[in-house]
């Protein structure tokens, strides 16, 4: 079985930054892409940004120039930098492994339990 434990989420007022980190555990053999979602309420849950495992990024155009998605492989973990943080951005964020290979050969999607990022206005 593989797990992945959130921290970093919290209140912040806006123009504030916040650092998510996302780490793996379990009987892993190979972590592809990693990546951060998000969902405000009522609304659908949508990518903010993701990493493969070489280390490309992407980013949807609201994380753009303001969010900084890296990974660390010997730690399987993967952080998200988030600067000048507005009100829009509050939202549950998640932790996504896109596939992972364990132990046992097997491959997996993830998802982590979710941290709650309020910014205030």
């Known amino acids: 079985q593989v797990q992945l434990g959130e921290s970093g989420g919290g209140f912040v007022q806006a123009g504030g930054s916040l650092r998510l980190s996302c780490a793996a555990s379990?009987?892993?053999?190979?972590?592809?892409?990693m990546g951060w979602y998000r969902q405000a309420p009522g609304k659908e849950r949508e990518l903010v940004a993701s990493?493969?495992?070489?280390?490309?990024?992407s980013y949807a155009d609201s994380a753009k120039g303001r969010f900084t998605i890296s990974r660390d492989n010997l730690k399987k973990t993967v952080y998200l930098q988030m600067n000048s943080l507005k009100p829009e951005d509050t939202a549950v964020y998640y932790c996504?492994?896109?596939?992972?290979?364990?132990?046992?050969?097997?491959?997996?999607?993830?998802w982590g339990q979710g941290t709650l990022v309020t910014v205030s206005s």
């Open positions: 379990g009987r892993i053999f190979r972590i592809n892409a």
């Open positions: 990493i493969t495992r070489d280390g490309s990024t």
């Open positions: 996504n492994i896109d596939r992972v290979t364990t132990a046992d050969l097997r491959t997996l999607e993830v």
